[in-house]
């Protein structure tokens, strides 16, 4: 089969498209892909990639460790952002999230933003650091994910 202007059809820059990607092998809608969802996919795919290889690879993918593809994650996999020279910052972001990121879950609670705040001498409440997360909690689930905060971050949202 061809491709359209060359370009792999793994290439999605839309994020609309990513997420309906990563919803085919999210098979039990979780938000995140295991490695047995990985490799069923793989099968369906044509490819008899052994759980170990996909393991390995996951390792790669899997940023903040926690055993799972979360979207952001597979967002960051699908446009090639490791290994890339120029990934617009993407890997100082992904740093400076787990930073924040006190107990590695892929999500930035108000506790860990005080504790965080406060270690850098910032005097605020835990309701402050509610209201913060509000202000960029795209999702409506109470805590900064990767993709909100990279938002956050690049848009200086002043809402």
């Known amino acids: 089969m061809a491709t359209e202007n060359n370009k792999p059809s793994a290439y999605l820059t839309n994020m609309d498209q990513v997420k309906q990607v990563f919803n085919r092998f999210d098979v039990n809608g979780r938000g995140k892909i295991t490695a047995t969802e990985l490799v069923d996919v793989m099968k369906a795919l044509g490819s008899d990639t052994s759980l170990d290889v996909v393991k390995r ?19 960051g996999f699908l446009k090639g952002n490791a ?3 120029d990934d617009g910052g993407i890997k100082e972001l ?8 006190l107990n590695k879950n892929g999500l930035i609670s108000a506790s860990e933003l005080h504790q965080i705040l406060s270690r850098l001498g910032e005097s ?25 905060f990279r938002k956050m971050m690049s848009n200086n949202p002043s809402k």
């Open 57 to 75: 690879i996951m390792e790669d993918i899997d940023t903040d460790s926690d055993g799972f593809i979360n979207l952001e994650e597979f967002a």
């Open 83 to 85: 290994g890339d020279e």
């Open 94 to 101: 992904q740093d400076a999230f787990k930073l924040y990121d």
């Open 124 to 148: 605020c409440t835990v309701d402050d650091c509610t209201n913060m997360i509000k202000s960029v909690d795209s999702d409506g689930d109470g805590y900064v994910n990767f993709e909100e």
